[in-house]
């Protein structure tokens, strides 16, 4: 294999870009020379777990560059190392051993013995699955020219160079994966070696320490992508982003073309099979726009033709089955070790694919021919998932339908259906990798057949699909487990258009309901990942987290993208000194020791602080600034979300709406009934009217800052410019906003008021602070907004270094820190505070004065209880307004 046996020609040029430091190319030619000597001259069968890891790597190098055929396999899945053990009884074993190092074990060769057990064709090196981690014996065989001519035209079509550098985020057992990582050896450029999954933060880190520029991705990828604002991201070395593994929409092809245009990268949709090796076809990236529906032409070197199909005219007279010629097509199948020993078998592949070729030379795939089918990048055989249903004693039928498998089972409807469809749903996700929601499982008293007596799986899907009833009562066949989930967002959001799809960010709730929303999804999970609010429900489900393991560790990828990356590694997670787990993990914690978000800690601390500073209990000011800080965190997360412009205003008023109302209606009762107020504070515009410098009249001016940063945000998000800058400019927006904050901050233009740091236009930038530090994505934007605040704070509070320093601290927390150690029975009391934080502002200035004098620590407890109190009565209030607004 030429290219892994030429690594030293790229000397001392950087190969690998790992956690734990580079390795350069001459350094990987010596570990590959040394692996290989251990393994021997002799060719042997090799199997190997394979795992976006440094020695592992170094084995499918090592074996390649002197001959021996590789078998390729899941490293995380036990039961298909098992399988594929026993069906090939391979020469050699590569696996992880329980350190989670590399280890090459000979299984049958004695000292001074050489040679193989099994008949090797001289041309085989390399067998892969086409079906997933179901274990079946059914192996693609490739030669040394199939993966050399392959890599070498995805190299050319893509202008790979030895200045790229891509990140492996796809294992290397899928054909997709592994491609990417032999055409970038291939021109000498640079892996970033990486298990992470794209949703993790620490990947985008690394991605850009290593300055990378290749990303390639199934379409469950660009799921994640949307979910962590990829579109926002400054990825300044990024050149190209490559997809593959099943149909992309063409809007959303489209959409990331034009996103690639913004930002200086390209998109390559492609198309491919195992038994292509990797790759057939490509859509030239100047036509993603265009034709976003086509898989383009064929790679160089390949070529297509289609052949008549019967039966096929209502997909139109132009439409045939794809058949593609080229050197990378395989050698053939192998079901036994006897397969091994064959050549050449199959001249040209028939792909299964209908499709047409359109006037402007684009293929375009419009069906398939036979039952297998693509989900989540996985091509899963329906009938291979039958037969292992009936060795559990289960009669079932099995068919792809879009993005999910549907299985219909012969049993007992009812009560014991339920409990049927969560044991086949585990059965089928184990058996063949895809996550429970890609199952839709219904238990049927009688399996649908045709006419004919054959199975009728038109009916399967049908039936398997959830009606629009069980929908809106949460009763799906196939989301039964979320059910309880929908109904729960539908009551903390006051919505009725609650899906499986919904996600809290994308219904509209804000930093007010954030915090109940949080504690209840916790009681009813056990735990929740720190992006739970951007993620749709089908993956908060408690049927989403596997029973095997206790915690998905960062160094893995996340349980919803198991489908896609089936890369689960058994060496321990690397831990922070605070976390148990990942924070994007969706395993289940400890019921004693949990984290506690950052932003809520501040709300619940600073709310203390401010009553009992007011009271006073003690003197530690400077709290309410903090919160300014977090409440332009909060818009960011909350607000700025990828819904589009109109749905992002709506969301911002309703939440205006919910701090407004409750807020001028007690300030109003307060004006009644103490006469201490002026009547602007009623209305909120006692700062903007700057009505006198008596402190009571004071009281509000958070409330009142907080309400005018919104409205005029609001505002100016509803203009089509100003949102379309935003969205490109995630975090350029905000630090310019910090720049213009400035300007009120030392009263350049003298608008402050007369109790100066209260002042709306002083403040704002500690808002737009905030809002920055929720854009923030490397430790060099961090670092800026850590500057800028401890030049800017210092001064604000004249004589007050403490308040200074607290400011300081709580914002600088904001930035660095996302979660903080914390317990089970802490996380609840800080979420009930800091979800009332607000109302207990409102109220305490009419609570703590009746008890500070003889008892300040029940002044404390009372303006807590009351607030709280408010909260209560105000949220549900609020919750009913709109329902009977609607009739």
């Known amino acids: 294999m030429p290219f892994a046996r030429d690594l030293a020609a790229h000397g001392d040029r950087i190969a690998l870009f790992t956690q734990t430091g580079e390795l350069t190319y001459r350094a990987l030619a010596e570990q590959v020379a040394a ?34 055929p590789v078998l390729l396999v899941p490293g995380d899945s036990d039961s298909t190392v098992g399988s594929l053990t026993t069906a090939y009884d391979p020469d050699v074993v590569a696996r992880p051993d329980a350190d989670g190092n590399w280890t090459i074990a000979e299984r049958r060769r004695a000292p001074g013995s050489t040679g193989s057990a099994h008949a090797l064709h001289p041309d085989l090196a390399l067998l892969l699955s086409t079906s997933g981690s179901t274990g079946s014996p059914k192996l693609v065989r490739l030669s040394h020219e199939n993966l050399q001519a392959n890599a070498e035209s995805i190299a050319t079509y893509l202008g790979i160079t030895d200045t790229d550098r891509a990140a492996t985020t796809l294992p290397p ?49 660009f799921d994640l992508l949307d979910r962590v604002g990829f579109d926002r991201m400054e990825l300044p070395h990024l050149r190209r982003v490559t997809q593959a593994g099943g149909r992309l929409a063409p809007e959303r092809v489209r959409r990331y073309a034009e996103s690639g245009r913004r930002h200086g990268w390209e998109l390559f949709v492609m198309y491919g099979q195992t038994e292509a090796t990797a790759r057939m076809a490509y859509l030239p990236p100047h036509l993603a726009t265009e034709r976003p529906e086509a898989v383009g032409v064929p790679i160089p070197g390949g070529s297509f033709r289609l052949s008549p199909v019967d039966g096929m005219d209502s997909h139109g007279p132009d439409v045939g089955e794809l058949i593609y010629s080229g050197p990378n097509v395989m050698l053939g199948y192998a079901e036994t070790p006897a397969d091994l020993a064959l050549g050449r078998t199959v001249q040209e592949l ?38 292992l249903l009936e060795q559990h004693g289960v009669r079932a039928y099995c068919a792809g339908d879009g993005d999910a498998l549907a299985v219909a089972a012969l049993g007992t409807p009812g009560s014991a259906g339920e409990e049927a469809r969560a044991r086949l749903r585990r059965l089928v996700s184990e058996g063949c990798g895809l996550p429970a929601r890609a199952i839709r499982i219904r238990v049927l008293a009688e399996l649908p057949r045709l006419t004919t007596g054959k199975p009728d799986y038109e009916a399967v899907r049908r039936l398997t699909r ?49 915090v109940e929303m949080s504690l209840r999804l916790e009681d009813a999970l056990g735990g929740l990942p720190t992006d739970w609010h951007t993620r749709p429900i089908r993956e908060l489900r408690p049927a989403a987290v596997p029973p095997q393991t206790a915690e998905t560790p960062p160094a893995t990828t996340t349980t919803t993208e198991r489908a896609t990356r089936q890369i689960r590694l058994t060496r321990p997670a690397r831990r922070t000194w605070w976390s148990r787990r990942s924070p994007r993990s969706l395993g289940t914690r400890s019921l004693a020791t949990r984290s506690l978000e950052t932003g809520i800690a501040l709300r619940a601390v600073g709310i203390v602080l401010i009553v009992g500073s007011h009271i006073p209990v003690f003197s530690v000011q400077g709290s309410a600034h903090v919160l300014i800080g977090v409440a332009g965190f909060n818009f960011a997360r909350f607000h700025l979300t990828g819904a589009g412009r109109r749905e992002r205003v709506r969301h911002l008023r309703r939440s205006i709406a919910r701090i407004a109302v409750p807020s ?34 004071w009281h509000y001016w958070y409330v009142e800052a907080l309400l005018y940063f919104l409205v005029a945000l609001g505002l100016l998000m509803a203009v089509p410019l100003l949102d379309r800058l935003e969205r490109r400019y995630a975090f350029g927006v905000p630090l310019a906003l910090v720049a213009i904050g400035l300007v009120g901050r030392y009263d ?29 994505t490397t430790a060099r934007q961090r670092s800026v907004l850590t500057a800028a605040l401890l030049l800017t704070v210092p001064g604000l509070f004249s004589d007050q270094p403490l308040r200074t320093a607290l400011v300081t601290a709580g ?54 209880a009351v607030g709280l109190a408010y909260a209560a009565v105000a949220t549900r209030v609020m919750r009913w307004r709109p329902l009977t607004a609607r009739g």
């Open 35 to 68: 692996t290989a000597e251990l393994l021997g001259p002799a060719r042997r069968l090799v199997l190997l777990a394979g795992a976006n890891r440094a020695d592992a790597l170094v084995i499918h190098l090592a074996a390649l560059s002197v001959g021996h």
């Open 173 to 221: 057992h899928y054909c997709f994966g592994l491609s990417v990582i032999h055409s970038h050896l291939l021109r000498g450029a640079g892996l970033i070696l990486t298990e992470r999954s794209v949703s993790d933060a620490a990947f985008w880190q690394e991605f850009r320490a290593a300055r990378g520029t290749s990303l390639a991705g199934v379409p469950y990828t």
């Open 350 to 387: 028939h792909t299964g694919d209908l499709a047409r070729r359109a006037s402007d030379g684009l293929y375009e795939i419009v069906g398939r021919r036979s039952r297998f089918a693509k989900i989540l990048g996985l091509r899963i055989d329906p009938q291979r998932v039958e037969t």
């Open 466 to 514: 959830p009606a629009p009833e069980e929908e809106a009562a949460g009763q799906s066949p196939a989301a039964a487990p979320s059910g309880d989930l929908r109904r729960l967002y539908a009551e903390v959001l006051d919505r009725t258009d609650v899906t499986e799809d919904s996600s809290f960010v994308s219904l509209g709730g804000d930093s007010l309901c954030y």
């Open 664 to 697: 001028m209606v007690w300030i109003a009762g307060a004006v009644a009934l103490t006469g201490l107020y002026d009547p602007a504070n009623t209305v909120l515009l006692n700062s903007l009217l700057d009505q006198g410098a008596e402190r009571q009249e």
């Open 748 to 776: 350049l233009l003298e608008l402050a008021p007369a109790r100066f740091h209260l002042g709306p236009t002083v403040v704002f930038w500690l808002f737009a602070l905030g809002w920055a530090a929720a854009r923030a």
């Open 811 to 864: 914002l600088a927390l904001l930035i660095w820190v996302p979660t903080l150690p914390s317990l089970s029975s802490l996380n609840r009391i800080a979420g009930v505070l800091a979800g009332g934080s607000l109302y207990i502002y409102l109220t305490h200035f009419q609570v703590y004065p009746h008890f500070r004098d003889d008892f300040p620590l029940l002044a404390l407890f009372a303006s807590l």
